[in-house]
């Protein structure tokens, strides 16, 4: 079975060439890996799709592998602040989320040390 970033490819690839049933089950494969993906898996998948072509994968999919990544980090300022340029690359619908992602890491970035 193939690695996450096999799998986001293929889901890039599948979208390409426009075959609902590869789409399906690219789709399906992504989901699956990216649900039991370390948050390191997740983001290193992400730099090596999206440094290829970063129009690979699609806004959905993005956003979707950000997310378990911020739940796995809450408390990292800089995938916060990653999550939120992502978002706001891709039109006023994630926005608001955007700059609550932004506000969240300027709070943990100047949290004391203890």
């Not at 699609?58 to 916060?80: F, K, M, S, T, V």
Request: hydrophobic share 45%.
């Amino acid at each position: 079975m193939p690695d996450l970033t096999s799998a986001a490819r293929s889901l890039g690839q599948a979208i390409d060439d426009a075959d609902s049933r590869q789409v399906n089950e690219a789709a399906r494969e992504f989901t699956e890996k990216l649900t039991f993906a370390t948050a390191d898996e997740i983001l290193a998948m992400l730099r090596d799709v999206l440094t290829e072509d970063w129009t690979a994968l699609p806004p959905w999919a993005r956003n979707l592998a950000y997310r378990p990544a911020c739940l796995q980090r809450p408390d990292d300022p800089q995938l916060l602040r990653e999550a939120a340029a992502d978002l706001l690359s891709f039109g006023p619908d994630w926005d608001t989320f955007a700059h609550d992602l932004n506000r969240r890491a300027a709070e943990l970035g100047v949290r004391p040390l203890t």
